[in-house]
């Protein structure tokens, strides 16, 4: 193995991030120079957590360079891991402690209108991210990652999950594409992830090996949240197989990629989407089949909201529930436009009304003037009513003054 | 040199004697009230001056071996040209080819484009700087390279400074976009256009010396005159007094960065809901991408309303400007044009008024008007647990920014600070700031990503955002954010020696900037 390695960022417009420069040496015990852009606030405090890190993998003899933009402790830890595992062969991990509210559990059905995609390995666009109120934020390691800087950014998404607070949003990784990502697993499923996103899944197989890998990992290591599963279909065949893929255990929702679906087609992208109507109209009819949700594709215009607008009434219309973003300003466009109309909810509050009267009257059965209404009907109203109170669109306390 | 130390108003020890003259500490917000008659400029005579009213003289040395330049002046110039001014260098240059030495400039303003001053303030030309030290110049005080002590004043503090003689300006350089031989000026016509020259008005009233340069010679009269010949003794034409373009700087474009928008987005949120957002409402947006975004947040709200600002108080931009064309402001009370459509406006639009620090921040006036404004919005580098904050030094001690118009806006009804709750893992809300430029009292809403803190003396807007869906919390639940995601800073460690005072807009002193141990002299 090589006594020299490097790790993470540096050079314009990099901030909130560190580079790492580490020699093996036989002798002479640590020489740590940090350069930080905080040293008068956070120098001392630095060298510290570098001697911790490489105590941690019992390395006593080495010079260890870093350059610092502002870095947090589990960025720092993360890019002097990386260093280290690039020289010496560990199963160890240095982990710090992880955040309490970052160990939630989340729903099968739960609200999923916005995921916002940040790319793994760079660790600035994650502070902030759970602030904007996206249902979900998905750590990527696929695509916005470069395939030389994959192993770091896997430790940066480890660290991610156990250190930053996204605030209650759904903790989500994409994880790398069938097989390469199946090496991910073990650095994300042990801590906390809410759901891993597959892409291009084109079988029931891939998802299959992907679930005996959790499962064997949780085993292991005692993870006691379940991990949801949302493949996204990137390819004819996929599409194809969207049933089979659907039915797979675990899986909450079908997501679609459409810049490699076109291109897998050899048609162009048009904002018409005329070319991929079959595909999304399929995965809508197969997810409503299979009782779980209909994911679209992101919009990649981050400066035109009014066709942004459009994008989602039409998906809304197609049967979706939601969309990527990646910029936080399309996140309350698609809430807004996801969100249900005026008429919507009008139905929706006489059958939560007809329900709550049931309720209280403690009759089984729900029924409006001579109408029986069934329990999923209800409960989609429920998802309405909730989806036009979290927009603001209807006061949480509505049934005080409805008179129906 | 020992100076007597002692604990003012806000707690922090200051000198008694700044530059080897009296200084009084900071007393309590409108508590410093000294019986006396304004400072005023030496009584000058009509018949001293040609009585055909050219005060032309061919070069800019000239007109300073004229004004009598010697040893210990007092040099003043103005901003307006931000970092396109091209005359404060050559001021100094000259005194320094003319062997001056020991003088004090007393800029409204300090820019990067002035970094050359550095020169003369190694080689004791300039033996220190009274006004804001930002970029270089800052970086160059904080190593406690200046021989004297830096003084920041607010502008509205360096107006009371002139008035009340605390600062006797010898001989301010106004450089001015169009001017006649009799030294009537304006900012608004010619080449070099930077809107208006109210930071110089001051200077032009009160020094005993007035030089005007310009590159566009006009014959009397030179309308508008913001500067009003009576009080000018020369003239100089130059080739070019300032670059334009240049006013525009970074700061004053509207931010991209979706941690700023949302900052903006949620300010002008709890301005609506907390109901200072209604018809003939009045609102400061400063320069700074959040200002700006806030503004046009305000636009949209207004818009949405049909409702419209009495006035705006500028720093006046395109944004601003679009507005006030769009008829959703009926007056813009202008400081300073930030950019070119504020220069355009200015010169063609009535309704775009030019102020000085007079009109809108004076100490000395019989009131200003910056107590009349309903939302203020400003920036800091830090806010404590009481509500103080500073601008002046970031959280390593390093002075880095001016006090501008910061401290006179305080003063407004609704002072909001909209900041991220940390930068590049530094807190911004802290237990102590560093440097404290402005006292908690009047500091009413901090809004950061994370939270909005009102402050405890506000019960009434705490009552009316009680039922807000925004993240209102405590500053200590704020402060206790942000160190749990940061971690605990240490303590930047100073030296004993007093790099800059940092002055109240009474004249006391409020703190003092030390020099960052381990600095070489």
Not at chain 1, 308 to 327: A, D, P, R, T
Not at chain 2, 42 to 58: H, L
Request: hydrophobic share 40%; charged share 25%.
């Amino acid at each position: 193995m090589s006594r020299k390695s490097t790790t993470g960022n540096r050079g314009k417009g990099v901030s909130s991030d560190c580079y790492v420069e580490l020699e093996l040496t036989s002798g002479q015990g640590l020489q740590i120079e940090v350069k930080s852009k905080v040293q008068a606030l956070f120098g001392r405090q630095i060298i510290a957590l570098c001697e911790q890190v490489l105590g941690h993998f019992e390395i006593k003899n080495a010079n260890l360079y870093l350059e610092d933009t502002g870095a947090l402790d589990h960025v720092l830890a993360a890019r002097v891991e990386a260093a280290i595992k690039q020289l010496i062969d560990t199963d160890k991990e240095f982990l710090l402690d992880v955040l309490p509210q970052n160990q939630h559990k989340t729903e099968k059905n739960k609200s999923r209108r916005s995921r916002l995609y940040l790319p793994g390995n760079t660790p600035k666009i994650a502070l902030n991210a759970g602030v904007y109120g996206a249902d979900g934020i998905i750590l990527d390691l696929e695509d916005s990652v470069a395939p030389a800087k994959k192993f770091e950014a896997a430790i940066m998404v480890r660290n991610t999950l156990r250190s930053v607070d996204f605030y209650g949003a759904e903790r989500m990784v994409r994880i790398n594409q069938f097989p390469q990502g199946l090496d991910d697993l073990e650095f994300i499923v042990p801590h906390f992830v809410n759901l891993l996103l597959v892409p291009k899944c084109e079988s029931a197989e891939q998802l299959e090996q992907i679930n005996v890998r959790i499962k064997e990992i949780s085993n292991r290591c005692g993870v006691k949240n379940p991990i949801h599963l949302m493949p996204i279909l990137e390819s004819a065949k996929g599409v194809l197989n969207a049933l089979e893929i659907a039915s797979s255990e675990n899986v909450v929702a079908l997501a679609i990629g459409l810049e490699d679906y076109t291109a897998d087609l050899g048609v162009q992208r048009t904002d018409a989407g005329t070319e991929s109507f079959f595909a999304r109209t399929q995965l809508a009819n197969v997810a409503t089949a299979a009782g779980i949700q209909a994911i679209d594709s992101v919009f990649s215009d981050v400066s035109d909201m009014e066709l942004l607008k459009k994008v989602v009434l039409e998906s809304k219309m197609l049967g979706f529930n939601g969309m990527g973003c990646i910029h936080p300003r399309q996140i309350k466009v698609i809430h807004e436009n996801y969100a249900p109309n005026d008429s919507e909810i009008e139905t929706a509050k006489k059958i939560v009304n007809a329900f709550h009267i049931a309720s209280e009257k403690g009759l089984g059965v729900v029924s409006l003037g001579t109408k029986m209404i069934d329990p999923p009907v209800v409960k989609r109203a429920q998802t309405t009513i909730e989806m036009a109170i979290d927009v603001g669109k209807l006061n949480s306390n509505w049934r005080d003054d409805y008179v129906s | 040199m020992s100076v007597e130390m002692v604990k003012n108003a806000v707690g922090r020890l200051v000198p008694t004697e700044i530059n080897g003259k009296p200084a009084v500490p900071f007393k309590g917000v409108g508590k410093y009230k000294p019986e006396a008659r304004k400072h005023a400029a030496k009584i000058a005579f009509c018949a001293d001056f040609p009585i055909d009213g050219n005060k032309q003289v061919e070069t800019l040395q000239e007109a300073l071996i004229k004004a009598g330049l010697r040893d210990g002046m007092t040099i003043s110039s103005h901003h307006h040209f931000r970092n396109g001014d091209l005359i404060a260098v050559q001021i100094f240059k000259i005194a320094q080819e003319l062997g001056v030495k020991n003088l004090v400039w007393f800029p409204s303003a300090a820019f990067p484009c002035q970094e050359a001053i550095i020169e003369q303030l190694e080689n004791g030309t300039i033996h220190h700087i009274e006004g804001s030290l930002n970029g270089p110049l800052g970086e160059f005080a904080s190593q406690g390279k200046m021989s004297g002590t830096g003084v920041l004043r607010s502008h509205g503090g360096r107006y009371q400074a002139v008035q009340d003689g605390e600062v006797e300006i010898d001989i301010a350089v106004i450089a001015a976009p169009t001017a006649d031989p009799f030294g009537n000026a304006n900012g608004v016509n010619g080449p070099s256009a930077c809107g208006l020259l109210g930071f110089a008005l001051a200077d032009s009233e009160y020094a005993d010396k007035v030089i005007v340069v310009t590159d566009n010679l006009v014959p009397f009269p030179c309308l508008p005159w913001q500067i009003q010949g009576n009080n000018v003794d020369y003239v100089v034409e130059v080739e070019q007094v300032g670059i334009p373009e240049r006013i525009v700087s970074g700061t004053t474009k509207i931010t991209k960065s979706p941690d700023r928008l949302h900052i903006a987005e949620m300010t002008a949120q709890f301005c609506e809901e907390a109901g200072l957002i209604k018809d003939g409402f009045s609102f400061q947006a400063g320069a700074g991408g959040t200002s700006l975004s806030i503004g046009n947040f305000f636009g949209d709200i207004m818009r949405r309303k049909g409702i419209k600002a009495r006035f705006a108080r500028g720093g006046s931009n395109k944004y601003l400007v679009e507005m006030l064309e769009e008829g959703l402001i009926d007056y813009i009370l202008d400081g300073q044009t930030f950019d070119m459509d504020g220069i355009r406006s200015m010169r063609e639009n009535p309704n775009h008024v030019n102020t000085s620090p007079f009109t809108s921040y004076n100490y000395h006036g019989k009131g200003n008007f910056a107590g009349l404004i309903d939302i203020v919005i400003l920036g800091a580098t830090e806010v404590d647990v009481n509500f103080n904050a500073n601008v002046v030094t970031h959280s390593d001690g390093k002075l880095l920014h001016g006090i501008g118009g910061w401290q006179n806006c305080l003063f407004g009804k609704n002072v909001i600070l909209p900041v991220p709750l940390f930068r590049n893992r530094i807190p911004v809300i802290c237990d102590e700031v560093t440097t404290i430029c402005g006292p908690g009292e009047l500091i009413d809403i901090i809004v950061t990503e994370r939270g909005i803190a009102i402050n405890p003396r506000r019960t009434d807007l705490i009552e009316q955002m009680k039922d807000s869906n925004l993240p209102i919390k405590t500053i200590v639940e704020l402060k206790e954010e942000a160190e749990r995601i940061c971690g605990t800073p240490d303590k930047p460690k100073f030296s004993e020696e007093i790099i800059s005072a940092v002055k109240w807009v009474d004249g006391t002193v409020i703190d003092v900037v030390k020099k960052i141990a381990g600095v070489a002299k």
